[in-house]
């Protein structure tokens, strides 16, 4: 009877110190809890008087709130887009991955010759461009000199003054204009010497308003006729012309492939003739209907499978049931398939 109530006993002990225990755990639960509650709600009052405060323009005791510590506006640099550096680029108020853009931009050849074509920069925003036109420079290198001087016309005007006889210091001999006393160089000589028929004679004269020429057949020293394109241009041009085929609508120099050219060049430019290379798709490798611009490796491996597996491709609607091709990559790519 006695051992009974002993363990009785100890089992009540056992009880109340598990009730104990657990009684501390819900305290503290319960404590932590409400702690929480309290930190979240002085958190949301306290944004929420920084919200009104910057909303409001003041401070909680009515005064004028100060500019946010750290927060720093563009800067009012001048700057060259061609030469100008990723940190210059942020610090006038680009993004780093704008600036980087740039950077990108630059190293595949692209220039920037007026301030208007940096407005070409993807996610450019009103405020930014607003901010940064009056701030740009463009160097005097990369500026077309038809926006600087009509040369074509002074220098025409020169070579009858010489011819004429009214130009004293032109009518002197080469080797007056071109040598010095000190045996260097006259500059000035040289600027004469430049308007000489002969000079004048190599320059590929620009076209003037309502010019065009065709793009269908121009050459290289064609396309530099158009103001704005250089050799370098011209040779991009006349690249990616081989690559197509053949142009078929100057809209074709807005391609991704020619997104470095100036704006406006469109309007020295018209397609009279069409001479298209034809891609014979039933008979052509993979590596080689992937060399044409519009058609992506996914597209050529499709075609080449399609062919080996069950014969030639006959019609649009065949080609169109691959599902590599849509009803935009038919419009870009019909000028150019034959299914012979």
Do not use: C
């Not at 930190?39 to 005064?63: M, V, Y």
């Not at 370098?232 to 020619?258: H, M, N, P, T």
């Amino acid at each position: 009877m006695k051992r009974r109530n002993e363990q009785k006993a100890l089992m009540i002990l056992q009880l109340i110190l598990v009730a104990v225990v657990i009684g501390t755990l819900v305290f503290m639960l319960i404590k932590k809890s409400k702690g929480e509650e309290e930190a979240l709600a002085n958190g949301n009052e306290n944004r929420s008087k920084s919200g009104l405060s910057a909303s409001s323009g003041q401070d909680l005791n009515g005064g004028t709130a100060n500019a946010v510590e750290g927060a720093t506006q563009p800067a009012s640099i001048t700057f060259d887009p061609n030469t100008a550096d990723s940190a210059t680029l942020v610090s006038v108020g680009l993004s780093p991955y704008q600036a980087q853009n740039v950077i990108k931009y630059r190293r595949k050849g692209g220039e920037y010759h007026r301030p208007e074509d940096f407005k070409r920069l993807y996610g450019l925003t009103i405020g930014q461009w607003e901010h940064i036109e009056p701030l740009i420079r463009i160097g005097k290198s990369f500026q077309y000199l038809a926006d600087t001087e009509d040369v074509y016309a002074r220098n025409s005007q020169t070579n009858r003054n010489t011819f004429s006889g009214n130009d004293n210091h032109a009518s002197r001999t080469t080797e007056q204009e071109t040598h010095t006393p000190n045996g260097g160089t006259d500059s000035l000589a040289y600027r004469k010497r430049s308007t000489s028929p002969f000079y004048s004679a190599n320059r590929i004269a620009k076209l003037n308003a309502g010019e065009r020429v065709d793009l269908a057949t121009a050459d290289t020293n064609t396309l530099q006729k158009i103001p704005g394109v250089g050799p370098y241009y011209a040779k991009r041009i006349a690249e990616y012309g081989e690559r197509l085929g053949g142009f078929v609508s100057v809209k074709q120099l807005s391609d991704e492939a020619l997104d470095f050219l100036p704006m406006g060049i469109e309007q020295y430019i018209t397609i009279q003739k069409t001479s298209i290379r034809k891609l014979r798709i039933n008979k052509l490798s993979t590596r080689e209907l992937n060399r044409h611009p519009y058609i992506t490796y996914s597209q050529a491996k499709q075609i080449t499978e399609r062919v080996r597996i069950y014969g030639d491709i006959k019609t649009w609607q065949e080609l169109l049931f691959l599902s590599e091709f849509s009803e935009e990559d038919k419009a870009r790519l019909e000028p150019y398939i034959s299914f012979e």
